[in-house]
Nanobody
Framework: QVQLVESGGGSAQAGGSLRLSCAAS????????MGWFRQAPGKGHEFVAA????????DYADSMKGRFTISRDNAKNTVYLQMNSLKPEDTAVYYC????????????????WGQGTQVTVSS
């Protein structure tokens, strides 16, 4: 069982930055692929980024490449999402998710989810 708690959301101006954190409890954190998803009002979960257990392989949605960076600290059981050059269309609830071992970009393939943190970007 893995429990995930996101933090770091809030408000930012367009062009600004925010850093999200996701703290995991449970064993064998490094065995889990960690992903970030987001959900805007009236839409489904959109893949943002994922990182493998060792932290040496990452994947990003095209619209996030070059702006967002996912990283993890296995000693702290934490995954991060650094968001730069924010745009109003980045406004959404951001969720972190965990999947045992295998990488995935589809929300339904992730087994554990946090409660989400709101990010609001104003123009």
């Amino acid at each position: 069982q893995v429990q995930l708690v996101e933090s770091g959301g809030g408000s930012a101006q367009a062009g600004g930055s925010l850093r999200l954190s996701c703290a995991a409890s449970g064993r064998h954190f490094s065995s889990y692929v960690m992903g970030w998803f987001r959900q805007a009002p009236g839409k489904g979960h959109e893949f943002v980024a994922a990182i493998n257990g060792k932290g040496d392989s990452t994947d990003y949605a095209d619209s996030m490449k070059g702006r967002f960076t996912i990283s993890r600290d296995n000693a702290k059981n934490t995954v991060y999402l650094q968001m730069n050059s924010l745009k109003p269309e980045d406004t959404a609830v951001y969720y972190c998710a965990a999947r045992f071992r295998a990488a995935a970009v589809v929300a339904s393939q992730y087994e554990y989810w946090g409660q989400g943190t709101q990010v609001t970007v104003s123009s």
